[in-house]
């Protein structure tokens, strides 16, 4: 978390200065690199992960809430519980960081941009908004099913390609995704720090008694190490 929140210091820092950028700047020429790499099969795969962001960011954490609690699934409830919580977070700060840094995209002050899904773009550039959703999204289902790579190993690769996607239709820096990616993860990482303070709260809107934690300590006979053992149902 201390990592994330240093390189998130260190983006706002500089990124202002950014605000015309020179050719020679390594996030320049890694813009450049990125979306001068045009392909039909580029075009076409970024477009289906691009445009698939908000329908994810909407859809996944309410239909694991209503599906948690329609089957009884305390696991699968408390997972769209967080998995919202991490998204209404990482949007509300990166709203706050966009506001503030007021950073122009690269097509506004660049030359010879290759430019899509521009109905998707704000004026303001820092941090990707898209890039934040889709790597809060990877990060609570990393935490969540980190026994189930068959899950997190997917929402990660799809992440990914949305941040690179962005780069490609000429939205957004290296930086800009590098600083939404940090601001999707930490969210996600603080929204797990605090789950239970935050799933009873769920748990009690809905008047439903949520699972219990029963602690014990265990002393074996003839000496030995103590053992505490939690269970939870």
Known sequence: MSLCTAALQLLVL????FSQPDPSNIDV?????????????????????????????????????????????????ESGVLLGCSEVLAYSVNTL?????????????????HIGHLDSADPYSFPSGHTAGAFAIA????????DKPEVYIPAIV????????????????PSDVLGGALVGAGSSLLVYRYRDEILPIAYKLLGKKGPRNVSAIVLPFGGGTLVNVAVRF
């Open 14 to 17: 500089f990124v202002p200065a």
């Open 29 to 77: 020429r890694l813009f450049r690199s990125i979306n001068n790499s045009q392909s039909q099969f580029k075009s076409s795969l970024l477009d289906v992960t691009d445009k698939s962001v908000w329908p994810i960011a909407v859809a996944t954490p309410i239909s694991m809430t209503i599906y948690g609690l329609l089957t009884e699934r305390n696991e699968t409830f």
């Open 97 to 113: 960081l966009k506001e503030g840094i007021d950073r122009e995209r690269p097509y506004a002050v660049l030359s010879n941009v």
């Open 139 to 146: 990060t609570m289902l990393t935490l969540r099913y980190s």
């Open 158 to 173: 799809w992440a990914g390609l949305v941040g690179y996607g962005r780069i490609y239709f000429g939205l957004h820096y």
